[in-house]
């Protein structure tokens, strides 16, 4: 299985929002950004605290990528429990911090290809989740995660958006797992 390793060099860059950064907190961030979200072709939350609140503000998302982390700690259990509501197939992954696995890309392309409601569930980190589904999302979708301490970040998904995350995948290093 190969997997896409982020190199040091890279991590400052992509500290840098991808998209338009929201400097506010729950449901405030996703209501200021609610006319992109109901004007979009698909709807992918990026996050356990974004999906929390894309929820609880009532949108439902296309595709919720989850790790029950923040900021590398357990979320409590009701934000977990907050993410099973409604008939999403739940799908679990691996994907170890700084890295992109097959398995994961995998299944935020399936995901995005079919048309049931999708929560991967990631065993792992999901920090670099927002640049699959960024790459895999239908042109006009929206992508939202959230910028620690700062705020949420909303891409909205273009042509050159998904040719700028295809050429940060390519400079990443990519490995053999065994």
Known sequence: MRVLV???EMRDELKEPLGILYRCHGVECVE??????RAAERLIAVGDITTFYILKASFIPDLMIVDHKTKRSPVEDS???RHLEGSYRVVTVENPPGTLTDE????????LNGCTPTE??????EDLAALPAILYAPIGSAVVYGQPSVGSVLVMVTPEKKSEIEGILKRMIVKEKV
């Open 6 to 8: 982020l190199p040091e």
């Open 32 to 37: 200021r950004m609610a006319d992109h979200l």
């Open 79 to 81: 934000i977990k429990r």
């Open 104 to 111: 994961l890309l995998d299944a935020v392309r399936e995901s």
């Open 120 to 125: 991967i569930i990631v065993d792992g980190e």
